[in-house]
């Protein structure tokens, strides 16, 4: 028996990130709104205090706040010459649960991506002919100068410490000099930095690079955000990322935005309640809401005017595809859009090891670090390399939580007691850099439904099939050996390079950056979405995340996500709720 | 609390009232909002599950076995404590006996397969499930090999096996042995470091031993260090070190 509830104007499928911009935005324009969020409520007093916010085993080892893989997870195969296998427990992504989702245990870092990643397959092929082939690189549909307003509004929610670096079109001096133009400076001044950094950014110079503070959502002091609500200033406690902010110092839906809506009579969340489908008019023309479950296995249809669908690129995918929305993408043909262009992050690094200076990386916040921007994007000259896109090389200083992080030099066993020692010698004096790489849409990585596996209520998992493609090889070993090049500038005694070799490897942690699966374009045929986030099949369907990316770009994604999720909120209330139809003639 | 309740009554009860963290986080679906601003009640904490002192897996026997390979793998030595001093073997024996031996969270629908290395866990055994059967396939094959348990046996020999099983040189009948050794060098290396509300990490031993201050929340007078020691001593989240046990 499914109980049909009373219709509301906006039903939010997800509370994290994405659904606290809506829910703020699509309130604040006066619609009554229900979020519904398949986890439970979260707030920074009762779930992550300081008495015991910093229990690694908890919060990380054990995913304390993390989707259970029981719930819900996905089957995993590199290509489909392979049998695709559940991830049983989690590895290489920990997608969020609950109030706050993965905004809950972010790092923090900040970035706007760079107007030519937004114009990908344009702007390379006129500057370097055509791309490699099988490449679905595509443009977004909306350029950076749409989205710069949403970017610098996103930064004030937040209270992103950071450095400009171009200021309507003022250079500068130590902050980013490739970033794209900018209306306003960061609100807040950059996070001290730690004697990395400091190694990092002598180093870099030497090099003729631009070091830069990361932009933070770590508060550099205290802060009042434009809806009124109050940040404290960070106390570089080392257990941010994967973890709750016991501090009210990291940006997060709870401490940014939550509160204000709590306030407003025409907004209500519903939590342990897992939306199972998106379902349609008769017609099948429009949304008319959704079903969920709630706790007690009781079934639910909620409808509403305009369906957003918040629930994480990965979630978002398997709604569409269970729901029947759209067109399952087909790699053997090409055909098909909901499940192309999945897209992840190519991550590779240094670990450099002092001998007589300590690092303390116990000292550090979720996005504490200075980055150098040449080698990312379309920054420097491709030609001839033989592949698009880039990195940026960063040396961020987040914690030395001792299960996780207890580097040893190359050549130390892995146990026994050179082992131990080799871990007390070096746990207080190491540092590394990361190269955040980007990753370009291939015909063979996407996302569908799997044959064989279901979720405990007997629908089927959502099966990625992904491996690192050509494009994002001879990026890797391109830039690597720059980061190499920098880390020998650092005055260590010894370096490890790690290389990103081989096929992508499930298991170890590497970002919570998925992307694709929804992708936004300018016709039917190559997107879901159209450049409003707004659904060609359901025009009152609209969708968030980084599921909207064609391909990822060489940053972190969430200031970029925010921006789209500002933008799209924008036009549902400007434009569509006039003409509740297609803003975009396909 | 109640007057007259036994000790063992009360560690009970405190247990039902931690286990919300051992099920799957669908306890009550809730409606917020309506301008009521943010929820808050008293005592509203959600305090970690952390076992307690009764809740044991293993027997005897298993119970010598872990003790003596997770010493192994964190030795005890002139150069500092190991896995002995920070009571390892507590803490993977509540670990098993909770909602992690159980997989409880964890995806545990079949088909099972082998998988391939980019796949992970593919195991259809729970850890605590898998501890069991490896643990006793272990010592058949000590006991087959050289006529001893595990735990019997001199440290070169123990290594030996060790270095066999990771190597994939000795194999088990009913599970991979190399998974069971990278599950238990895993929850060793937990054990050695996590909170010492967890069992392990006696007196914070391993934090003493790295230099790791612990469960402290505020570095702002430190961020300055430049490249200097800081020596902090640590903090659990149990408090500081004379209030612990001994
Ligand atoms: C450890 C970690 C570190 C990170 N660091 C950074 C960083 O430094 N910089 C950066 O840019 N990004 C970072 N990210 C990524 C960032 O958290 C995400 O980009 C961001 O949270 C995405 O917002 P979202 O709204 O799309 O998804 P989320 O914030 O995750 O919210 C999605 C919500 O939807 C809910 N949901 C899912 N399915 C359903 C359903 N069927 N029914 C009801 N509800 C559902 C989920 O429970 C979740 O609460 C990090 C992520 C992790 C895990
Ligand atoms: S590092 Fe700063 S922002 Fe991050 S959790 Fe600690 S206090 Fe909060």
């Known amino acids: 028996m499914v109980t049909r509830l009373e219709s509301v104007d906006v039903v939010l499928v997800g509370f994290g990130w994405t659904g606290a911009i809506m829910a703020e935005k699509l309130t604040d324009a006066g619609l009554e709104v229900l979020a519904i969020e398949r986890g439970p409520w979260r707030d920074t007093p009762t779930h992550f205090p300081t008495t015991f916010a910093q229990d690694e085993l908890r919060y990380y080892w054990r995913h304390g706040m993390f989707q259970e893989t029981a719930q819900d997870t996905l089957t995993f195969r590199n290509n489909r010459s392979q049998t695709a296998l559940p991830m049983r427990r989690w590895g290489s992504f920990l997608p969020g649960n609950g109030v706050g989702g993965g905004g809950v245990h972010w790092n923090g870092q900040t970035f706007r991506f760079l107007p030519s990643d937004f114009v990908a397959r344009s702007h390379n092929e006129e500057r370097y002919g055509p791309l490699l082939e099988d490449m679905t690189v595509q443009d977004y549909g909306v350029t950076y100068d749409e989205l710069e307003p949403h970017f610098d509004y996103f930064e004030k929610i937040c209270g992103i410490s950071g450095q400009a670096g171009n200021v309507r079109g003022e250079f500068i001096e130590g902050g980013n000099p490739f970033e794209g133009e900018r209306s306003d400076h960061y609100p807040n001044p950059p996070l001290r930095m730690t004697f990395s950094q400091d190694r990092f950014a002598e180093a870099s110079r030497q090099l003729g690079l631009h070091p830069f503070p990361g932009p933070a959502a770590n508060m550099s002091r205290a802060y009042v955000n434009p809806l009124g609500v109050h940040l404290a200033p960070c106390t570089y406690c080392g257990f941010c990322e994967k973890f709750g902010c016991g501090n009210y110092s990291k940006s997060a839906p709870q401490t940014t935005i939550i509160p204000v809506l709590m306030r407003r009579n025409n907004f209500r969340l519903k939590t342990n309640a897992e939306v199972l489908t998106v379902q349609q008019t008769p017609d099948q023309s429009m949304a008319s809401g959704v079903t969920y479950l709630d706790a007690n296995g009781e079934e639910y249809f909620q409808p509403a005017d305009i369906v957003v669908l918040c629930a994480y690129p990965l979630s978002n995918t398997r709604l569409m595809l269970l729901s029947g929305i759209g067109e399952p993408y087909d790699p053997e043909t090409g055909h098909g859009v909901v499940g192309k262009n999945y897209c992840y992050q190519v991550m590779s690094g240094v670990d450099i090891f002092f001998e007589d200076e300590y690092t303390n990386e116990f000292v550090g916040a979720g996005a504490l670090g200075m980055i150098v921007d040449e080698y990312n994007g379309d920054n420097f000259d491709h030609t001839g390399l033989g592949f698009i896109g880039g990195a940026y090389i960063g040396c961020w200083t987040t914690h030395a939580r001792p299960i996780e992080s207890h580097p040893v030099p190359e050549g130390v066993p892995s146990w026994g007691s050179e082992w131990k020692k080799a871990v007390r010698e070096n746990f207080l004096k190491h540092t590394s850099l990361s190269v955040h790489g980007a990753s370009m849409a291939h015909r063979t990585n996407y996302l569908d439904l799997d044959p064989t596996y279901t979720d405990r209520l007997g629908r089927p998992l959502m099966r990625m099939t992904y491996d690192f493609t050509l494009n994002d090889r001879r990026l890797t070993q391109h830039i690597t050996p720059i980061a190499e090049e920098i880390a020998r500038g650092m005055g260590g005694r010894e370096i490890t390079v790690n290389h990103r070799r081989g096929s992508y490897d499930s298991m170890p942690y590497q970002t919570t950056h998925n992307t694709g699966g929804t992708i936004m374009g300018s016709t039917p045929v190559d997107s879901v979405v159209n450049r409003y986030c707004q659904s060609w099949d359901l025009p009152n369907l609209f969708i968030t995340g980084a599921g909207l990316f064609p391909q990822n770009a060489g940053y972190n994604p969430t200031g970029t996500v925010a921006a789209l999720a500002y933008w799209s909120a924008e036009a549902i209330v400007n434009q569509y709720l006039r003409t509740e139809g297609p803003l975009v003639q396909a | ?246």
């Open chain 2, 1 to 246: 609390m109640a007057e007259g309740l036994s000790r063992r009554a009360a560690l009970q009860l405190l247990f039902m009232t931690t286990t919300a963290f051992a099920f799957p986080q669908t306890l009550l679906s809730r409606e917020y909002g309506r301008g009521e601003g943010m929820p808050w009640g008293a005592a509203a904490g959600d305090v970690p599950y952390y076992g307690i002192p009764d809740q044991r897996f293993f027997n005897a026997d298993e119970l010598s076995a872990v003790r003596a390979i997770a010493a192994r793998l964190i030795p005890s030595d002139e150069d500092g404590p190991g896995a002995t001093e920070a009571d390892v073997a507590t803490f993977i024996d509540r670990q098993m006996a909770g909602f992690y031996g159980r997989a409880q969270h964890w995806y545990m629908q079949g088909p099972f397969e082998d998988g391939l290395p980019t796949q992970g866990y593919q195991s259809e055994h729970p850890p605590a499930q898998l501890y069991r059967l490896a643990l006793a396939e272990l010592d058949a094959y000590c006991d087959a090999n050289f006529g001893l348990p595990f735990s019997g046996l001199p440290e070169n020999e123990q290594d030996g096996i060790l270095t066999g099983i990771e190597d994939e040189e000795i194999t088990f009948e009913t599970v991979s042995a190399k998974t069971f050794f990278d599950l238990f060098l895993e929850n060793t290396i937990e054990g050695f470091f996590a909170d010492p509300i967890y069992g392990g990490n006696r007196d914070m031993v391993a934090w003493r031993y790295v230099g790791f201050p612990g469960a402290r929340y505020d570095y702002r007078d430190f961020v300055g260090h430049n490249g200097a020691r800081i020596d902090l001593p640590p903090v659990s989240l149990l408090g500081r070190p004379g209030w612990s046990r001994q």
